[in-house]
């Protein structure tokens, strides 16, 4: 089955950048669409960008200029570099296939924006 291993959280503050990665396996990588999601307190979890498999992304508007969504096939793993990172960004972070996400969600990374 799919298995989605997310890593690079943490805590910074505004204005602060991280990287995340997701490493997937139980499906074909280099033929699926992936995506990153997030999930804040109290809120749905939402789309923060997505890329197919010939590198075409598209990004929420929260995320626009400011995340970057790559794919390394040979890896397996998607990641989400997040440059000028604000307090709204705080969430949980996910990836899963796009547009429809597995049912299995990996346990998410922790990312926290102090003001």
């Known amino acids: 089955q799919v298995q989605l291993v997310e890593s690079g959280g943490g805590l910074v503050q505004t204005g602060g950048s991280l990287k995340l990665s997701c490493v997937a396996s139980?499906?074909?990588?280099?033929?699926?669409?992936m995506a990153w999601y997030r999930q804040a307190p109290g809120k749905q979890r939402e789309l923060v960008a997505g890329i197919y498999p010939g590198g075409t992304t598209t990004f929420a508007d929260s995320a626009k200029g400011r995340f970057t969504i790559s794919r390394d096939n040979a890896k397996n793993t998607v990641y989400l570099q997040m440059n000028s990172l604000k307090p709204e960004d705080t969430a949980v972070y996910f990836c899963?296939?796009?547009?429809?996400?597995?049912?299995?969600w990996g346990q998410g990374t922790q990312v926290t924006v102090s003001p």
């Open positions: 139980g499906l074909i990588f280099r033929f699926s669409t």
């Open positions: 899963n296939l796009f547009p429809t996400p597995r049912d299995y």
